[in-house]
Nanobody, 115 residues
Framework: QVQLVESGGGLVQPGGSLRLSCAAS????????MGWYRQAPGKQRELVAL???????NYAGSVKGRFTISRDNAKNTVYLQMNSLKPEDTAVYYC?????????WGRGTQVTVSS
């Protein structure tokens, strides 16, 4: 059973920063692509960023240059550093693991960008 636990969400003013963390309970964490997705009220869940086992990354156009995804394989943890936050970044952020073509999700963490 794979468990993903997100943390680090909260309320931040526009222009501020947050760092999300996702701890994974999977032994071979380093083998798998990890990702962050988000879902705003009334909208579909969308991809934010991916990081492959080798460290290559991919970002949604709306966050490129502002967000950075990284991973620490020794800690089985993936991070999302979010800078220059905008009100439109407000959403529930979900951690995702792609393990042998099966997708696992965390419960999500709320990020609210508001003055």
């Amino acid at each position: 059973q794979v468990q993903l636990v997100e943390s680090g969400g909260g309320l931040v003013q526009p222009g501020g920063s947050l760092r999300l963390s996702c701890a994974a309970s999977v032994i071979t964490f380093s083998f798998y692509t990890m990702g962050w997705y988000r879902q705003a009220p009334g909208k579909q869940r969308e991809l934010v960023a991916l990081i492959a086992s080798g460290g290559s990354t991919n970002y949604a156009g709306s966050v490129k240059g502002r967000f950075t995804i990284s991973r620490d394989n020794a800690k089985n943890t993936v991070y999302l550093q979010m800078n220059s936050l905008k009100p439109e970044d407000t959403a529930v952020y979900y951690c995702n693991a792609n393990i042998q073509s099966s997708y696992y999700w965390g419960r999500g963490t709320q990020v609210t960008v508001s003055s």
